[in-house]
């Protein structure tokens, strides 16, 4: 009677370890880059950007604010966009180191 529940315990405290540390993790990760993409688009405005792109800069209608206009929008669009690219690789990357060490501790505790 007491295997079994000492059995239980240790099962189910491996299980909330790993939710712990894969599921919560994740939410971790997911929360602190939404922070930092608010932060990214409080000064890029890639959305915003986009949806402006036709139109002209400061409401100058001539072809000038045209031409400048589309023209900065482009290179900020793209500028932002690859900003956007690197700070998603980043992230995805240490997620994945994340889950990625308790493997590689497991594997090189049993290798000894």
């Known amino acids: 009677m007491w ?3 000492i059995l239980k315990t240790i099962g189910l405290k491996i299980v909330l370890f790993l939710k712990h540390w894969y599921i919560d993790g994740f939410w971790f990760a997911y929360k602190n880059y939404m922070f930092v993409m608010r932060m990214l688009d409080r000064e890029w ?37 690859f900003i956007y690219l690197v700070i998603t690789v980043i992230f995805i990357f240490l997620y994945l180191v994340w889950c990625g060490i308790l493997p590689v501790l497991v594997f090189k505790s049993l290798n000894r």
């Not at 915003?48 to 023209?71: E, M, R």
């Open 3 to 5: 295997l079994v529940y």
């Open 45 to 81: 405005a890639l959305f915003v950007t986009v949806k402006h792109l036709f139109k002209p800069l400061y409401q100058d209608y001539s072809f000038a604010g045209y031409f400048i206009g589309i023209g900065f929008r482009i290179v900020r669009s793209i500028m932002a966009f």
